[in-house]
């Protein structure tokens, strides 16, 4: 019996420990050192903090680095349940989805500095003098600027369970929470992993923000990359913004190279497919621990942990009990429930319109709604621009997959580059040069976001079929007629993705990209994002809800109206294969 | 049941049936008997869409019976009964498990601890020819070898009964093959851990060469047509004279109720409108009538013979038959395909000249064809929303049977340029673009 062989080389045998053991055993053991020293931190007084302010010295900047990874790292892990729970809820219950879903979609809407407004005083209120507090503000911040995509994702999934695998699950009589961890939660995998990713890319630049709270009379700067960037913008020094650049630099690497390639080469099994595929991902974290030996052993009792856990005979509710045809979902409970949904939204509506009219009035409404649509009016034009620079450079690199090899990881870590660290440049370049704030720190929104549209399109390109191409060549098709006949329609689904998501992130990053200073040289441009940013300095709660509404209001709409079309009728007509 | 001790299952009078696009139910499963005691390979023969994979999930489990009564040794079938293990189609297979996780998934969920599940688990993979395989995970496996694990996965909780719904047919004809004597082999032997299997195929030599009682379902609503004991010893010789009599008789059975039949309801007037089309493609079609009309058959084929020869299921065969039946271009009896006057034409037309006599027949014949030409030259405009026949398939018939109605109407209707469709805004029109 060949797996009694298997076993044999993972447990029984003691074999003495390789090279590579060393390695990965001072990798294993600094990891938790580092995390034990990085919570500790979280812990102090609050006081403490003032007495030892930030420092720009360059050998400060690792501490300030390990405690934004924790803070990253503590985020994905909230998410992560958040999604489990919020996704898993809306997939199995229909009342609930009812209400889940559409929440999750005006979440997703508001922008996440947003949420940072609100919840900064309650977090510093639940552990009060503490740091703990104001870090929970912070890792809430980070979490809202990942979970929900996540959340997405999963229950697409969820709801795509294939139906003979919930057959199986059924007729095996495999209870809720082995199904739970069994079906849903592999089936999950690759597209919350693919989401994981591009929510980290998201929280890297709202960390910068997220860490340097500064709402109405609350101050606090808790020690990080981001707060160092705030204190080098603020005292004008470049060189430490260049030293910033370089940690963030390692430290999105080595979350890359640590973190989530391992994890992409494991989850490459819970791809749904059942044919092999051509190029299994790599990591070389992966075969490091794959070349350990005594390393192996040890690991041993977690997986150990992890098979008890889904072996747990937990009876959740029978979500899949067979369907009869008489047990049709009652309408009296329905109606009840929608009323009561209904009752409690007028309730929140009356509410809030009280709270507002107190101290706005209609006109206020008309200047948030004239700045949405000027910021409105700058995502369009910006992406516009976006796509006409990289659509054509996305296709090109994408047609040459060595290049696009190299390109792409760039691109990714472009993406998570906060928008503050252009400040200097943007501002001393505009009072230099006596140019329009208006029009020359727009380009700052999509300093980020643009890289979705280049690596998406990238990953069109390069899946683009070749015997199209060859059809393409074959037939002579050059110039305009081979863009608009061939190339675009067949990248078009993966461009709308892009441009959907970078639309998204410069809508939130319009906060902090239409207010940029650099010392005491303050700029303002005319739009929501200066508007609510300006509103939470001055602790303005009513101005910042209504401005938060105003651009929930205008995002939401914004995709019903332009991207949902277009993604359906890429899908629909334009999906190759 | 006193006077029946060994029955496994019972089924009494059972209705299934499903919410129609209207809301109304229709109905699948009409009124079925059957009995499944120990030591029986039963077969259950029929046509897509008659019901038989539903009452195989009725004895799963995994649906309840609208009405009537469903027992697995005596006891109402709640949730899939104890000792009732199924073979899927599909395989089923989780691939993130390997194929030993896969196996011992069934005995997990039972709590059986893990040196049992492992004994057991290695025990079956060994049992059903898939040893070497453990560590393998389902996407490194042919399509073949994914079906034994599948078998092995519900061997190895020891089921009283075996159910497979059409475990062979998304297998090339070899792999499937290799895998019935397999499978038969060990039956016989008695080294399956099981008592009795139920099998659900539209592959009417598969039923007569593994099972000992064939129920033939036919259609709409499905009902148990024929039961017929297959008396022939293992292992059983395809050429055999009795074997091919045997199938020769069930082919003709199934071909003797389908005439094209236009469902009347109650209170509608039948307008023949609700009759569910089967889209075949007008060059299979084309193809099919050229072959008739040629040598050896000159008109006139065994069914059986045309499906061995074209590599075709029973199913397929009998939709295409049934398609030129309905269009008048060729009879179905007895077994046998017949060509009519107009089919002979039809063989030896020209392209043009085929449209023409295929729209002729489309208009006089299908009645959906009759009635969207009617509604597209009254109105002005000469278009006409797909919704609005969908609609009215959808009282008849099921959505997924609307959709497929809908399908070939358009492609019939393109082929004979009788209409035009624009699939964007799902419209009917009359314009043929050039």
């Known amino acids: 019996m060949r797996l009694k062989v298997i076993r044999t080389a993972t447990i029984e045998a003691e074999p003495r420990p390789n090279i590579w053991d060393i390695v990965a055993l001072i990798l294993v053991i600094g990891a938790m050192v580092l995390i034990v020293y990085g919570v500790k931190q979280t812990t102090a007084p609050l006081s403490e903090l003032e007495r030892t302010p930030l420092s720009l010295d360059p050998a400060t900047l690792p501490l300030y680095a390990l405690r934004t990874t924790i803070r990253m790292l503590a985020a994905i892990v909230c998410s992560t349940i958040f999604t489990f729970i919020y996704a898993a809820v809306s997939a ?23 949420f940072l407004t609100f919840t900064v005083i ?17 890792v809430f911040a980070i979490f809202t600027s990942q979970a929900w995509n996540m959340t997405f994702s999963m229950y697409q999934s969820l709801r795509n369970v294939p139906k003979d695998l919930e057959e199986v699950i059924q007729s095996f009589h495999l209870s809720g929470w082995q199904r739970f961890w069994r079906l849903d939660v592999p089936f999950a995998m690759p597209g919350l992993i693919w989401n994981a990713m591009m ?95 005594a390393l192996r052993a040890v690991t041993w009792p977690f997986s150990a942990i992890n098979r008890a856990i889904w072996n747990l005979r937990i009876s959740l509710p029978q979500l899949g009990a067979p369907a009869k045809s008489k047990g049709r979902p009652s309408r009296l409970i329905d109606g009840l429930w929608v009323a009561a949904i209904l009752a409690g939204t007028a309730y929140a509506a009356w509410l809030t319109y009280r709270y507002l009219s107190a101290s706005l009035g209609l006109n206020d409404v008309f200047i948030a709604i004239r700045n949405g649509l000027i910021t409105l009016l700058r995502v369009i034009v910006l992406i516009s621009l976006a796509t006409l620079i990289w659509v054509p450079i996305g296709v090109w690199i994408g047609l040459r997959p060595k290049i696009a090899e190299r390109i792409q990881p760039l691109a990714q870590f472009l993406a998570a580059f906060p928008a503050n660290l252009a400040f200097p440049v943007f501002v001393v370049g505009i009072v230099s040069f006596r140019l329009n704030p208006d029009v020359w720190l727009s380009p700052l929104m999509i300093l980020g976001t643009q890289w979705y549209i280049l690596f998406n399109v990238i990953a069109g390109a390069s899946a683009f079929p070749s015997d199209l191409r060859e059809a393409a060549n074959s ?44 010392g005491d040289t303050h700029l303002n441009a005319t739009g929501l994002g200066a508007y609510i940013a300006s509103a939470t300095e001055a602790g303005d709660f009513p101005r910042v809800i209504l401005g938060i509404a105003t651009m929930c209001i205008l995002v939401t709409l914004f995709n019903r109206l332009a991207w949902r079309p277009l993604y359906a009728f890429g899908e629909r007509r334009l999906r190759l294969g | ?103 011992e998934l069934g005995l997990e969920a039972l709590g059986v601890d893990a040196t049992e599940r492992r004994k057991r688990a290695l025990a079956a993979i060994d049992l059903i020819g898939l040893d070497g395989f453990e560590s393998a995970f389902p996407r490194e496996l042919s399509g073949g070898m994914c079906q034994r694990v599948g078998f092995a996965r519900a061997l190895v ?48 030599e598969e039923a007569v060469l593994m099972c000992d009682r064939i129920l033939v379902f036919s259609s709409n609503p499905g009902r148990v047509a024929a039961e017929i004991k297959v008396e022939l010893p293992h292992p059983r010789n395809r050429l055999d004279p009795h074997f091919r009599l045997l199938v020769d008789s069930i082919y003709a059975r199934m071909t003797q109720r389908s005439e094209p039949k236009a469902p009347a309801i109650e209170g509608i007037p039948s307008t023949g409108v609700g009759m569910t089309l089967h889209h075949v493609s007008s060059n299979v079609l084309s193809g099919l009538i050229e072959t008739l009309a040629n040598a050896p058959y000159n008109g006139h084929a065994d069914l059986p013979d045309l499906a061995s020869q074209l590599q075709l299921e029973a199913d397929e065969i009998l939709h295409l038959g049934e398609s030129l039946q309905l269009l008048r271009l060729a009879q179905l009896s007895e077994g046998d ?33 009759g009635l969207i030409r009617r509604v597209l030259d009254e109105r002005p405009t000469h278009t006409a929303p797909a919704a609005r026949f969908r609609n009215e398939l959808e009282d008849y018939m099921s959505e997924d049977y609307a959709a497929e109605t809908l399908k070939t109407i358009v ?7 009788l209409l035009a469709y624009d699939e964007q805004s799902e419209t009917f029109s009359l314009e043929n673009p050039g």
Not at chain 1, 483 to 492: D, E, H, N, Q, R
Not at chain 2, 342 to 367: I, S
């Open chain 2, 337 to 369: 395909l017949v060509l009519t006057e107009a089919g002979k034409r039809f063989a030896h037309l020209e392209t043009d000249a085929r449209k023409r006599l295929f729209a002729e027949h489309l208009v006089t014949y299908v009645p959906l064809m």
């Open chain 2, 157 to 204: 909780v020891h089921p009283d009964l075996l159910l497979m719904d059409e475990p062979f047919s998304a297998l090339d004809v070899l792999t499937a093959e290799t895998l019935r004597t397999d499978l038969i082999d060990l039956w016989i032997e008695g080294r399956l851990p099981i008592k009795s299997v139920l099998m659900v195929t539209h592959n009417i």
């Open chain 1, 475 to 518: 037939l002579h098709l050059g110039g305009w007629r081979w863009w608009f006949k061939v190339i675009l329609p067949g990248i078009f689904p993966y461009y709308v993705t892009g441009a959907i998501t970078a639309s998204g992130g410069s809508w939130n990053a319009s906060i902090v990209a239409e207010v940029a200073s650099w």
């Open chain 1, 199 to 293: 929510s980290m890319s998201g929280g890297w630049f709202f960390v910068v923000a997220s860490e340097a709270i500064n709402v109405g009379n609350t101050t606090v700067t808790l020690p990080g990359i981001g707060s160092y960037v705030a204190l080098a913008i603020q005292q004008r020094d470049l060189s430490a913004i260049f030293y910033a650049i370089l940690a963030m630099f390692l430290v999105i690497t080595a979350y890359d190279q640590l973190l989530f390639r391992p994890i992409i080469a494991w989850a490459d099994k819970f791809r749904f497919e059942q044919t092999a595929s051509g190029e299994p991902p790599t990591s070389l974290m992966v075969d490091l621990f794959r070349r350990t030996r």
């Open chain 2, 1 to 103: 049941m006193l006077d029946q001790p060994s029955a496994l299952i019972d089924i009494r009078g059972v209705c299934r049936s499903f919410p129609k696009g209207s809301g109304e139910q229709l109905l699948v499963l009409e009124r079925v008997d059957l009995t499944i005691r120990s030591g029986e390979i039963v077969g259950l023969l029929g046509r897509s869409g008659s019901g038989k994979s539903t009452l195989l999930r009725i004895i799963a489990g995994l649906l309840a019976p609208s009405t009537g009564r469903a027992t697995c040794r005596g006891e109402i079938i709640a949730g899939p009964p104890n000792g009732v293990a199924m073979v899927f189609q599909s395989f089923a297979l989780f691939p993130w498990l390997t194929v030993l996780q896969n196996v």
């Open chain 1, 122 to 138: 309650f977090f510093l209120n639940l552990f009060p003098g503490q740091v703990l507090g104001a870090e929970l503000a912070s």
């Open chain 2, 411 to 417: 492609s019939w209707g393109r082929y004979s340029e």
């Open chain 1, 92 to 114: 199995k219950s229909r009342r609930a989805e009812m209400v889940l879903i559409p929440l999750l979609d005006i979440l997703q809407s508001v922008p996440i500095l947003g």
